[in-house]
């Protein structure tokens, strides 16, 4: 019996969906709008875009037991290592914000190709596998649930907010 996709097509296509969103939210934004800190408590825009696309730069390579696209490319050769990216010093993210958005989108786009193609080799019994990608034991559904769509969406309210306070229209 062949194994169903049902779950795997909805997952997917959400990604695919969270995804257009978030680039389509910071597509137009300029270097001034990446970096504006509405309070010292509050990150940039260019930050929380930074900071997601690594996460599941991160995610989706663990479970393949690959190394994040962050390190393997060119990309990151010029920036310095700050650590994880949720111990960042307010330093580190006005840096990581001021990185040329170009440059931004040419790594988001890498990220997010490579997560198509990985959803594209699911299956929904595969969903229910364990990676260890950090001793945690999730399954790679709640991953994708919880840690790519639920937190990206998350963000992306988060952006909305900020690009409102600057005044920003939000479609």
């Known amino acids: 019996m062949e194994n169903s996709k049902k779950v795997t097509q909805f997952i997917s296509k959400s990604v695919k969906g969270l995804h257009q969103t978030l680039f389509n939210e910071i597509i137009a934004l300029t270097e001034e709008n990446l970096i504006w800190i509405p309070n010292k408590k509050a990150n940039p825009i260019g930050f929380i875009f930074l900071h997601f696309i690594r996460t599941e730069d991160n995610l989706v390579n663990g479970i393949e037991g690959k190394p994040p696209i962050w390190n393997s490319t060119r990309f990151r050769e010029d920036v310095p290592d700050f650590g994880r990216s949720d111990k960042f010093s307010i330093e580190a993210i006005k840096y990581l914000a001021q990185i040329p958005l170009k440059k931004v989108l040419l790594y988001g786009n890498q990220v997010t190709n490579n997560t198509d193609l990985f959803l594209a080799t699911l299956d929904d019994l595969r969903l229910e ?10 399954t790679i559904e709640t991953i994708f649930r919880a840690f790519i769509l639920a937190h990206g969406w998350w963000h992306i309210g988060e ?11 939000n479609n």
């Open 129 to 138: 596998t364990r990676p260890d990608t950090d001793g945690r034991q999730r």
């Open 159 to 169: 952006i909305k907010y900020i690009k409102g306070l600057q005044g920003i229209n």
